[in-house]
């Protein structure tokens, strides 16, 4: 019985779309996989439909490395609007409360700080989390929100960095994998007296991936009758890693690699680069200057993790 051969072409690499307002992160990733007429895509990293910014859409054996860039620092700026909160906890949802509270500059500073480091975070009610196996999105359209317990997040940098009117305030904020913007936006207000939601949202990075990477969504041609998008706009598979320390090898011992063998760290004395983490830590394997994958070092040994 003989297989089917996948619709599309074997394009791998990255591109970085400047995602508009209005579309869903899946959305983009069928327009684009159609555009390109790839076999394969995903994406780097959800954004909610009110967001813009930075999605980055991996193609091919660029899709192996989406946790990595998931696991990067994202950048992003929101608008806070005070005063209304939302079931969704941005400007698409459904007005639940008001508050006629509008905190100053300084009540605002001082409730910042603990919403920095290691925090404890309410996801959105709107949100892909799964409950006993249903999206508690869509339980919340059904008229059954979950209620959903909190989850360790990473904040690095939390800022307010203006103040367009009493009703709105601009914040910049870096953080780890799975923070979300709205649950921060939400309880900020509430730390602060009153309640808001949202009201804009943009992503300026992910990972290595920066707004000078990006091309907007509608620069890039559809289809119709002409030939696919070319491959040349992409960003080459490895540019994913690129925050992840690099470790050079030999051929002999990138063949060791690819057979999943491990190396003893004592034979790469002196290559070992300085930000790799001995204990568990990652670094990028390459050889004749070509990424051969992802290794873990532990134990005292090189370990594959992801070969390319």
């Known amino acids: 019985m003989s297989r089917r051969k996948p619709r599309g072409r074997p394009i791998n690499g990255w591109l970085i779309i400047d995602k508009p307002a209005g579309l869903t992160s899946t959305d983009v990733v069928n327009r684009v996989k159609r555009i390109f007429d790839a076999q394969k895509a995903g994406h780097g990293g959800t954004l909610d439909p009110l967001?813009?910014?930075?999605?980055?859409?991996?193609?091919?054996?660029?899709?192996?490395?989406?946790?990595?860039?998931?696991?990067?620092?994202?950048?992003?700026?929101?608008?806070?609007?005070?005063?209304?909160?939302?079931?969704?906890?941005?400007?698409?949802?459904?007005?639940?409360?008001?508050?006629?509270?509008?905190?100053?500059?300084?009540?605002?500073?001082?409730?910042?700080?603990?919403?920095r480091g290691d925090i404890l975070q309410v996801p959105p009610v709107f949100s892909a989390?799964?409950?006993?196996g249903e999206r508690a999105y869509d339980m919340a359209r059904d008229g059954r929100?979950?209620?959903?317990?909190?989850?360790?997040?990473?904040v690095d940098?939390?800022?307010?960095?203006?103040?367009?009117?009493?009703?709105?305030?601009?914040?910049?904020?870096?953080?780890?994998?799975?923070?979300?913007?709205?649950?921060?936006?939400?309880?900020?207000?509430?730390?602060?007296?009153?309640?808001?939601?949202?009201?804009?949202?943009?992503?300026?990075?992910?990972g290595p991936f920066l707004e000078k990477h990006a091309i907007p969504l509608d620069k890039l041609r559809e289809a119709d009758d002409t030939a696919p998008a070319s491959p040349d706009l992409l960003l080459p598979v490895?540019?994913?890693?690129?925050?992840?320390?690099?470790?050079?090898?030999?051929?002999?011992?990138?063949?060791?690699?690819?057979?999943?063998?491990?190396?003893?760290?004592?034979?790469?004395?002196?290559r070992i680069p300085a930000q790799a983490d001995p204990n568990g830590g990652l670094a990028r394997a390459m050889a004749g200057g070509r990424v051969i994958g992802l290794c873990h070092l532990e134990d005292g040994m090189l370990r594959p993790e992801r070969i390319l």
């Not at 989390?129 to 006993?132: D, E, G, H, S």
């Open 129 to 132: 989390i799964k409950v006993a």
């Open 238 to 270: 490895e540019t994913a890693l690129a925050d992840i320390p690099a470790l050079a090898l030999t051929e002999q011992e990138a063949a060791a690699l690819h057979q999943g063998q491990a190396i003893s760290l004592v034979t790469l004395m002196g």
């Open 145 to 154: 929100a979950p209620v959903l317990e909190p989850r360790p997040a990473r």
């Open 51 to 115: 967001a813009t910014g930075l999605l980055p859409i991996a193609f091919g054996t660029a899709t192996k490395t989406v946790p990595y860039v998931m696991d990067g620092t994202k950048l992003y700026h929101f608008t806070l609007k005070f005063g209304e909160a939302r079931d969704t906890d941005d400007a698409d949802g459904a007005v639940t409360e008001t508050s006629p509270v509008r905190p100053d500059d300084a009540a605002i500073e001082a409730a910042l700080p603990r919403f």
């Open 157 to 206: 940098r939390f800022e307010l960095i203006s103040r367009p009117d009493a009703d709105t305030a601009v914040f910049e904020v870096a953080s780890g994998k799975g923070v979300y913007m709205r649950s921060l936006a939400r309880d900020l207000a509430k730390a602060c007296g009153t309640v808001g939601h949202i009201a804009a949202l943009r992503r300026l990075r992910v």
